[in-house]
């Protein structure tokens, strides 16, 4: 399995024994709380066995009563009764006892499931959701590109709630049940040990029982996860994709799609229910076993006069009852195992996923950048041994304008995002200020480069909270000083709430040229020295597109600003244009310098003054046989 991809040096194999390891680990960070869980269990299991005690010795005396020739009762704890208790006192005091043993059994019960809540859910969950969220935040692109959405959703929220299993469903229950089996062999041992080891042998087959089912259940449990991480992906993406789908008239496509994943995810159910279905009777059939042996033995051994049939016999049923009780339990542990080390080891598999673009120790914080940006012989690929840029060199003095230009796939997101260290060039290396980008500390430089897409996101926030996106601490001033320099104040204001209306899922949807313009604001805020924008006017009308050229003209003053764009409208303006074909920089220098030069770049320019001339309308009807 190898869906984390090349990032992923465990390739998502680990051990048993090491996922146990790091999972003691993180229920061990709350020790106090699992060492009161533990206390709790085993007080509940003292006062069980304390409650059976009692129990027995009520027989006896009853007995006793009715038979003196049968032989006084042996009470438990040093205690004796008053000697002028009537036979029935004894009874009610005893019986009395038994009921104030479970009431506190109650109680106890009540406090070790609150205790134990309270370390799963409380504890242990959250502290596993926080680390995994602050991972996810600094893992590198590359980790998104590799990982679906969904199964990124799924290991943050399933997972992480599933790995609470092992806790409870696991070790608490484990270690709980070997306690009490101990206590409880150790018990019917002093009844009868002849009698325990005959009936406890069904403990054999029934350990093999759940070995075998444990191995068989494990890869299910894997594969269903990764199957509802695909059904889940297909239900987000037609969420997300609502308007392609409508578009396409595809919703019925979409719903045969779900539909099947739906059924492949039940079936895949149904087979582990399956398996479960014959397990769980399977124990129980052989822990029942066991009585069937104490009946049959136990009553030989009674009739041969070797045991009376007396409170000892009673204790050591129920005693029984409860190991076998205990045992059975085995099958519910087992399937937790299986669970919950299936949960850890996707939600350690992110956990573990090296950080591709990182810190290194001793990485310098710079001060405020001038804007120099030098690209020294850059090769950069996605994936090893398919470079998308190849030996890409260049310099952008302060305050310097470049334009990017190039074919579909030629490489120019690339390019860009490698200046924010998105990624880190595979040959070369990129300096900026004459360090090298993997010289600087990551957050210090980043915050110094402001960044639009071609297509921008917005969060379901404020318009004022989107623009302070990188500062939330920005002073209304500034927001609007940004909003300004975007040229977006206006159209804010003139939205219901302005700065306040709230943007997003329940809120104001905006046209494509204000989202741009919001976007714009958002990275002015901070004042950047760099500016980066990845065509920001591909999808926008004409009339947007003058618009938003002229909020960039004033944001680009004084600012190292690299953008991208196929319009000549934007790269008139730029200082030196870098023209991209096939991932080599094939053409540098100004737009009169190159657009004198064979190539793509002349060649668009041509096209789009062709665009211009044109005056045939595109949907004129066209005159039978003009072209041929
Ligand atoms: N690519 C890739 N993995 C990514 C992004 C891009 O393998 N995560 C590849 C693309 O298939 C393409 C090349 O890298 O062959 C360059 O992509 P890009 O830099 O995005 O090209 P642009 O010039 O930005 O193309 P466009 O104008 O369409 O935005
Ligand atoms: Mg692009």
Redesign the pocket.
Known sequence: MSETGSENPNDGRYSTGELTRRLLGLAWQFRADCLLSLALSVLLLALALVGLQLLGVVIDVIRHALDPALGAPAFPFGWKPPARWKPLDVVTFLSLAIVAQALLRAVLTYSYNMATARLTQGKIVPDLRDKLYAKLQRLS??FF?VNGSSSIFNRLTGDVQNTRLFVDGVVLQGINMIITLGAYFVFMWRIHPALTVACLSVSVPLAWVTHYYSNRLRPGYLRNRELYDGLVQLFSESVLGIQTVKGFAAERGCIERFEQGNNEVSAQQRRIFWDLSIFTPATQLLSQLSLAILFAYGGWLYVQGRIPLGGGLVVFAGLLQQFTGQVANLSTIANSVQQSLTAARRVFEVLDTPLEVQNKPGALAPGRLTGSIVFDHVTF???TG?P??HSVSFEAKPGQVVGIF????????????LIPRFYDPQQGRILADQSDLRDLDLDAYRRQIGIVY?ESFLFSNTVAANIAFGNPHATQEQIERAAKAASAHEFILALSKGYQTVLGESGVDLSGGQRQRLALARALLLEPPILIL??PTASVDPKTEHEIVSALRHAMAGRTTFV?A?RLSLLRRADIILV?DG?RLVQTGTHSQIVRLPGPYREAAMLQLMDLDEDEPIGAERAPGRFT
């Open positions: 692109f590359r590109e690929g996605y994936k398919a998308v840029l190039g074919m579909t796939g030629a490489g120019k997101t690339s390019l860009l995002s071609q990845d065509d991208v196929n991209l991932g």
